[in-house]
């Protein structure tokens, strides 16, 4: 479907965040989309543009979105914002696409330890999709509540998938990545400063970063039985982009090639992944949708570099992703590949 | 010992390289030193601070160090240099502390294995002591022939050490490395450029970084039998700083207060030592010979993170710190703190 | 013309360096483009994809452009390389479009002068254009060997010009620029390295820069007599952008409101000119054919503080610019934004 | 005086801001004063440590300082904050070295006009000496509250001062400066995370930085007549240092040999000034009181670069330096220094 028809509406919730800010900048080139609201609780009155000059969305900022005037709902709102809004928004007859956290994990119990309260509508948690386009297509096909992946997890989950799928590695997984500082957000505080952390690298997160949970999930569920995931992120003086080193335990008589064989035959035809020999540097993929990948060995270690834009892949454009793939436009719609070098 | 003793006289080899210039620096600080020569192949003639406008030295670069006018050789020359001139330098009575992997590997099979050629004088592996002050000090006392550990070497050993060496976890190591560019030396190429490397974050050295074998050396001396370690080193966009987050697996029974009981009793008052809480960011340690380490747990693997100055305490401070203990100096001389923030 | 007539078949000589890079990265894109031949002598029998990650092109890189094969030829080689080799493209019927400063000079004596050598084709001199596209769009209409201004020059010019064209202002004109590295190119050598220029600003030419010569030139023709330039350039620690703060002296009587209509008459409906009130973050420009200006004064200076991408406005783009211009292309073709923030 | 004797006891206020807290890095370390208070509202009653772990300090914060337990109160308070508690200070028998802008303007009407309230103690402005210890040491001796010029106006007044005071120069004087970030505090804003001033350069203060008004009365006063000051101060992703490229006209007759004379003949034996030849770096001064000069000459313009770090020479060292000439000390006590390349 698509294409000449008439225009999916999309709204952003949360606009003025980085993640809703580049959400805006995608959908607003975006042939099959009409951005017709963009909200800001913070902004509303403003233009976007007023509030992001890169912009060229002239939209006046509303305090909420309204669901009536618009077919889906893009939402990168604050941790358990879009959790109380969206059932106004299902019922409105929208589609959601969420980037926040509040809908990835399926069990309430798990929420509520790592979230550190109740989810107020648990049982969207059932109807909700942990989206994984290229893993599980078949899941964001009809589905009217989809849920990102973590900045951390898409890398994590992309680089992991077709092994833990093809058992090629045991359930033991090792993830320690690197990300740049703006996965913190535009409300960051004296902390990511340029004058505290640039010239500076250091780990965070040590006893237990959300993201873990929803890669237990995720890779249990490719797995087809629990897996451990071991996970360290670290904060490195740029602005996008992620590095996600996993380690993984190959199974015996599992060699290399045949890795590469399975990681061919899951993502061979996919447009937004892509084989290199040596690890990317996370700029090859800055500003895009793409997703980077390498496999080595080390003993009877499968190490994947999986490399992301936290921002791009790991956020609004994964959303855009899944837009297409949800409402049959062509995967590229909204996300041609801008690469800069340097 | 000594004091107000005669001055120790030294001299730099490769003393125009990062850190050679930065051995230069603090020997030129140091009270019970004497910088008597400088020496650099590519700038012989010129004085050391016409090379590097920050350095307060004066010397006139040598093409070569003359030992018959020092007391130890302090070398930072490339791979394979020192190999070779080393036997002068001993031979001259000279003391030698070397920050090349020349002297580090124990075997000379490995050494051609990791190196690509036959090391040229392999009865030498045999004297060398591959340095370790705060885990093997006894080593260091009456030996001729120091060898530092690489720059990410040390950050791992000084993470490992006491666990291994206590048998608190299993002989299975992974170490994620980050580094700064600085690393790469001033003799880098088009691919340490700032419009390359900055915003930018990579891994490398997938298929064995030299450092692997050394630290499998080094890491199965204490642990008593063979280890088995995994290496990945990242390259991120700041100049100086490593961050070595090891994975180690706890033995059963084993838990995280009692492994910082064992980093306490073995670091406790050693004063390049520090304990954080959270993992450190690396620009604490910048310009310093300090290395920060924070212990953590996640299931059954126990994670430490070692925070040092590449340049610092991975090559020239711990080349001072050597010295210090070898010529029963403070500790601290010529390694007063300086640490800034931001 | 041109749009569904057939596509403008493009040459890039000099295609490896970052402006070559970066006009073959835009004409890729082009819809009314054929890119059809990219060369480089350094990379020959490679595609350019093998030599850029970033690059969509697939191009096997030639030694040399067959101007047989092309309507234009975009030049990006180093000083020299285009003032022997544009009589054959010329000869051939293409059209030239040179990013170095070949041809921007008029006097023969001047690039003498300037650039230590005889121009090896003087009278090519008097068929140049150095191409002011917002300021002087006649000029470029039918010519066939356009010279771009440097990006210094670029900066300077757009800043300047509307005021000395309607002498608003005297013919003293003061240019301090800050730029990023990327502007020394991916030759660069070891004082561009990250090691050496993160964390540091300096400024450098300070006995006359290149591009001073062809300021004066290009504002002594807008002024209508001649005018006097003094010009510094920084380096700043970034990879894109300009800042080009130009001070000039305000006519007794003129004020501000005055400079700011007629900034307005001359540029406003131009598609790559912008005002802000403020002077603009030259991120907000980075990989764009964008110029912003904003206009300022204090006492009776005028300051204009013209904010650029070095590669794009001040080089890549503003070819495209021109191409588009010359052939009677949508001004934005192959020039669409994607301005990122952050 | 001074050495031996009792240590000058030294409280600072302010402690936990950038400036306040490099001034107890440095007066933790100096030989001859004793650090008996660091005082900051927002973090009483923590160490200095917790607030700064680079901080080797372990006093106690104070909501205050008490002006009865020391000699000297350096403080690095925001604006207005000294102005108003300088008066208790005095009359316990402190002398006062401040690093804000609360007692550099003269004029009153001019604190005003620039700082939008009435000066609290305009009484203090006369007693109040505006700080140039190059330039003007004799107005330090006895002073008993000295005012250090704002981080531009240091540098600027060091580059312009001989020119100025020999009249080798005009009194129109046009400043560019670009500072490091760390300028900002760290209090600093949204505007100055890592994620939004990477990358990126701006110009900013188009109507009027506040250092512009010191630095009129402060070259009026070098020059013997009113000077005109136009000033633009430009925001580079750095963390420490300022480039002021200074502008001066040369008085007719007057060559650049001339004016170098002047300026060896006033800075020569000066151990804070340094002259290169081409414009020095901006990081081969960061963490040191210097100031690198340049000097050179396009027409009639002299161009001085002065590069000093904005939170050493341009605000805590430079207190140590006042503290030392008031004192007697030896110039560099405390300030020994510690360059790092790179």
Chains 1, 2, 3, 4 share one sequence.
């Not at 914002?81 to 399926?106: C, H, K, M, Q, Y």
């Not at 993201?211 to 602005?239: K, R």
Request: net charge negative; proline share 7%.
């Amino acid at each position: 479907m698509a294409g000449a028809a008439a225009p999916v509406r999309v709204a952003v919730a949360g606009a003025t965040g980085y993640a809703g800010a580049w959400c805006v900048a995608l959908l607003s080139r975006h042939p099959g989309v009409q951005l017709v609201q963009a909200a800001s609780r913070s902004h509303a009155g403003s233009t976007h543009q007023a509030v992001y000059p890169a912009s060229e969305c002239q939209l006046v900022l509303l305090p909420e979105v309204d669901p009536s005037g618009c077919d889906v709902v893009v939402s990168a709102l604050p941790p358990g914002e879009a959790a109380r809004l969206a059932p106004l928004w299902l019922n409105a007859g929208a589609t959601v696409i969420d980037i926040s956290a509040d809908f990835r994990l399926r069990d309430p119990a798990m929420y509520l330890k790592w979230y550190g309260e109740e989810h107020p509508n648990p049982n969207l948690l059932l109807r909700s999709v942990l989206a994984m386009p290229e893993l599980d297509p078949k899941a964001i096909e009809g589905s009217e509540l989809l849920a990102l992946p973590g900045c951390f997890s898409t890398a994590a989950l992309l680089g992991c998938g077709p092994a833990l799928r093809e058992h090629l590695v045991g359930p033991e997984i090792l993830v320690d990545a690197k990300t740049g500082v703006s996965g913190a957000g535009r409300q960051a505080g004296q902390g990511f400063l340029l004058s505290e952390v640039d010239e500076s690298t250091r780990a965070y997160g040590m006893d237990g970063h959300r993201h873990q949970p929803e890669m237990v999930q995720a890779m249990s569920d490719l797995f087809g039985e629990g897996c451990t995931v071991t996970f360290v992120p670290h904060l490195v003086p740029m602005v996008r982009g992620i590095v996600a080193t996993c380690y993984l335990r190959l199974r015996p008589g599992v060699d290399l090639a045949a890795v590469k064989r399975a990681y061919q035959s899951h993502y061979g035809d996919r447009p937004f992944i892509r084989f290199s020999e040596d690890p990317a540097a996370s700029k090859l993929v800055s500003g895009t949708n793409l997703c980077y990948l390498s496999l080595h060995r080390q003993g009877d270690h499968l190490i994947v570099c999986a490399v992301i834009d936290n921002l791009g892949r790991g956020a609004s454009s994964q959303a855009v992703q899944l837009l297409n793939q949800r409402f049959g436009f062509n995967p590229m719609a909204g996300l041609e590949l801008s690469q800069r070098w340097p």
